[in-house]
């Protein structure tokens, strides 16, 4: 353990309390209080506490409980995208893919809202953290299965190299060789029901015929990638939701007052980060440049579009503090807006007035998000633009609060 000054200090205090008995008690206690204000004036800016009017505790607390409940409603979500996949795999028919198709997208409508919970190092892209293995993109379509031009590529059609399709091998092969290697997760599903966007007009069209044993000798094992993928999405989810359970060690050391500013800094980053270096950087501008629907985040689907709104809802659910599950229950607690209000109306109307303009011009972005980089440039760099202000007013609404984050 490394001791700073004001460690220092409080302990050499101690032992002369030790020594000269409770006679001074007072003078000691003024001394520590001098020495740690005057050290606090030396840290850096990051670092530096300050008093935080409002009630931070609750907020933090507030704010676990509704990454709880929306990990949750994640989970609610993939559970019946998997079963739908084990009906289609009992029955499989055009109807039952569709079925797949439309699960798979409202999967998408609270995973894309818990988007607001990364970027800090937390359960889900902390070290250990499974993300890459849930939303992992851009993907290589022929690192899984067969592609225009080659029908033979991909783990799938590789039965002589991957004879057994199960959890061990996607997760050994997620990445391997190359971030774009995506093998498991919300993209490579999304993969095997549509199958490549190759239309400007409408998303990727898979036949169901392609899990038909009679049409196609690798359908057995496109199957059981479809349905191994499924069990990791549920699995990986359920892990990430019970390190935000009461009493898991993530929680307790996340609500530990001790942390309290370190808390609030990594809710701040988390939706600073999203808004302007992710969201409006990683997955729209790259997009944009490029001009190139293999950088969009739902290629396949052509659900990109709603991706970038959930993605902003949950920095919006993040700021106010509140969810509405799929389901229609709402839950509420104690803001970030209601902190930063404490210090500064002015900066929260600011904030409030960000996410109001961004809500707005994400919008008008019209569908699907392929054709909108080329045909309505326009409307998704205003889009970018006010993402870029969101995430600079956050910073200042941290920065009011003592916290210094880095959001690009």
């Not at 795999?89 to 990364?118: D, H, M, V």
């Not at 106010?320 to 209000?341: A, D, P, R, W």
């Not at 909108?372 to 993402?387: M, S, Y």
């Amino acid at each position: 353990m490394v001791l700073n000054k004001e460690k220092i200090s409080f302990v050499l205090i101690i032992i002369n309390l030790n020594k000269e008995g409770m006679k001074n008690l007072l003078k000691s206690v003024f001394f520590c209080t001098i020495l740690v204000l005057l050290n606090a004036c030396k840290k850096k800016e990051e670092d530096k506490i300050v008093p935080i009017q409002g009630n931070s505790s609750q907020a933090i607390k507030d704010y676990s409980a509704m990454v709880y409940i929306s990990y949750d409603d994640a989970i609610s979500k993939a559970k019946l995208l998997q079963q739908s996949i084990e009906t289609f795999g009992t029955n499989p028919n055009s109807s039952n893919f569709e079925l797949c198709k439309q699960a798979w997208l409202a999967a998408r409508i609270p995973y894309g809202q818990t988007e607001a919970y990364r970027l800090y190092g937390g359960p889900i892209d902390g070290e250990d953290g499974p993300e890459g293995y849930i939303n992992g993109w851009p993907l290589d379509e022929s690192f899984i299965d067969y592609v225009e031009g080659n029908t033979e590529s991909g783990i799938i059609n590789l039965p002589k190299l991957y004879p057994t399709i199960n959890d061990s091998l996607l997760l050994t092969l997620n990445e391997k060789d190359s971030e774009t290697n995506i093998a498991t997760g919300f993209h490579a599903i999304e993969f095997l029901l549509w199958g490549q966007d190759l239309y400007a007009n409408s998303a990727g069209k898979r036949p169901y015929t392609d899990y038909v044993m009679a049409s196609n000798s690798s359908a057995n094992r496109r199957l059981q990638y479809l349905k191994v993928c499924s069990s990791l999405l549920v699995t990986q989810l359920t892990e990430v939701r019970d390190a935000w359970k009461v009493g898991a060690a993530w929680y307790s050391n996340f609500n530990n007052p001790v942390n309290k500013n370190i808390s609030l800094r990594m809710i701040f980053d988390g939706i600073g980060k999203l808004s302007k270096g992710e969201l409006a950087g990683e997955r729209m501008n790259v997009a944009l440049e490029n001009e190139d629907q293999e950088d969009e985040h739902s290629c396949f689907s052509d659900n990109t579009h709603i991706d970038i709104r959930m993605n902003f809802l949950g920095i919006k659910n993040v700021y106010l503090n509140t969810y509405i599950s799929t389901n229609g229950i709402k839950t509420q607690g104690y803001s970030l807006s209601e902190l930063v209000k404490a210090k500064s109306i002015e900066t929260d109307k600011e904030i409030l007035l960000a996410l109001e303009n961004c809500e707005k011009y994400i919008n008008d972005i019209p569908a699907p998000f392929d054709q909108a980089i080329i045909n309505e440039k326009e409307k998704v760099v205003k889009a970018i633009k006010e993402l870029q202000k969101l995430s600079d007013a956050i910073a200042g609404g941290a920065s009011k609060l003592g916290l210094q984050i880095s959001a690009d």
